[in-house]
C-alpha cells in the first residue's frame, strides 16, 4: 500500500512538471503580451507609412517580432526606401528596424 501511495506521487510531481514546462516560453516564441506589443507596433508603423505621402505603403509589408519591426516589399528609389527606415524606426517601442525592400 505504500508503494502505491509513493508511486502516486511520484507521478503526481511529473505530471505536473511536464504541464509547467508546457506553460513556459520557448526560445524563438512569444508570450501572449508580447504578441499583442508587435501587434500594436506593426499598425502603429502601417499607420505612419500610410500617412507619408511619399510611400506607397500599400506595396510596403510590416512584420514586427520582439520590437524587431522587419519591412519588405517594393519601393521607387533609395530615398523612398530610406525614408520607410526613419518612419518606422521613429514609432514608440520599435527597437531597430530590418530594411529589405527592394528598389524597382
Same mark, same amino acid.
Given at each position: ?19 509547467? #514546462?508546457?506553460?513556459?516560453? &520557448? %526560445? ?5 503580451? !508580447? ?7 506593426? +499598425? $502603429? ?11 506607397? #505603403?500599400?506595396?510596403?509589408? &510590416? %512584420? ?5 519591426? !522587419? ?7 533609395? +530615398? $523612398? ?24
Amino acid at each position: 500500500m505504500l508503494k502505491l501511495f509513493r508511486f502516486k506521487g511520484i507521478l503526481s510531481v511529473a505530471l505536473l512538471a511536464v504541464v509547467l #514546462a508546457a506553460c513556459s516560453v &520557448v %526560445e524563438g516564441r512569444q508570450t501572449t503580451g !508580447q504578441y499583442a506589443d508587435d501587434t500594436g507596433i506593426t +499598425a $502603429s508603423v502601417k499607420a505612419a507609412l500610410v500617412e507619408d505621402p511619399q510611400l506607397k #505603403a500599400t506595396q510596403i509589408s &510590416v %512584420e514586427t517580432f520582439n520590437n524587431v519591426v !522587419q519591412l519588405s516589399g517594393f519601393v521607387d528609389t533609395a +530615398a $523612398s526606401k530610406s525614408k520607410a527606415t526613419r518612419v518606422a524606426a521613429g514609432v514608440t517601442g520599435v527597437r531597430s528596424v530590418k530594411n529589405d525592400l527592394v528598389v524597382r
